[in-house]
């Protein structure tokens, strides 16, 4: 609420002109600092790419870390499920990126405010990470998806964030498609094909693949060279 106050005053001063870049040097000037993100970059990057828009959503992410640093994980689950589903609207690749399969970096999705499933996954995983959960007990899972209930004929590859407490508990899954977070148990309407991240690779929900590694995952690896380049490690 203050950052945004401040922000209003600048807008005041100086008008719609170059707004973000007022609101990058202040951004500066009070000095925010997170593990693993260089919010500077990332900020004038949005600024430069995507106007005055997209620097405003990567300030509201920005809010959304510092706010939810102290927070247990289970409220950081919640906080970031919410953050995205709300902010960011369903578009397909083609539409967005004149693409087929294109797998968008959070600054991307963050300044077009626009994504598909695998940019929803992709940034809660990245932003999850950021806010200290460990890479180890998340997979980005590719499903497939019953549209309209477990009892549809219509059958969709989709993409979510799987959640697990422990290594084996039961996950919890955060998906663009439905506000809530749920068990796996709770949405039979999903069919695991297989997840990944930092440490490997599974295929259907079982234990690592022997020999199996997400380095294998082309657009994987191409996301993340991309998201260290915009200033994410």
Wanted: aromatic letters at 10%; a positive charge; proline letters at 4%.
């Amino acid at each position: 609420m203050l950052f945004r106050r401040i922000v209003l005053r600048i807008r005041l001063a100086v008008g719609k002109v170059a707004i973000w870049k007022a609101a990058f040097f202040l951004f500066l000037g009070m000095g925010f600092v997170f593990a693993g993100v260089e919010l500077d970059r990332m900020l004038l990057l949005a600024g430069q790419r995507y106007g005055e828009s997209g620097a405003a959503s990567v300030m509201a992410w920005r809010d959304l870390l510092t706010r939810s640093s102290g927070q247990s994980e289970a409220a950081k689950l919640k906080r970031v499920n919410d953050f995205f589903n709300r902010r960011i609207r369903f578009g397909e690749d083609r539409d967005i990126w004149g693409a087929e399969d294109y797998w968008a970096t959070p600054l991307e999705v963050l300044g077009r405010s626009e994504g598909d499933c695998e940019d929803f996954a992709i940034a809660k995983y990245v932003t999850l990470k950021l806010l200290g959960v460990p890479s180890e007990k998340m997979r980005l899972t590719y499903v497939k998806a019953r549209l309209g209930g477990p009892q549809s004929s219509i059958v969709q590859a989709h993409m979510v964030l799987s959640y697990y407490p422990a290594p084996e508990d039961e996950p919890v899954v955060l998906d663009n498609l439905i506000s809530d977070i749920r068990p796996a148990s709770r949405r039979p309407d999903l069919t695991t094909v297989f997840g990944f991240n930092a440490e490997g690779l599974w295929v259907g929900g079982a234990s690592p693949r022997a020999g199996a590694s997400a380095q294998r995952l082309s657009k994987w690896q191409t996301v993340l060279v991309r998201m260290r380049a915009e200033g994410i490690e």
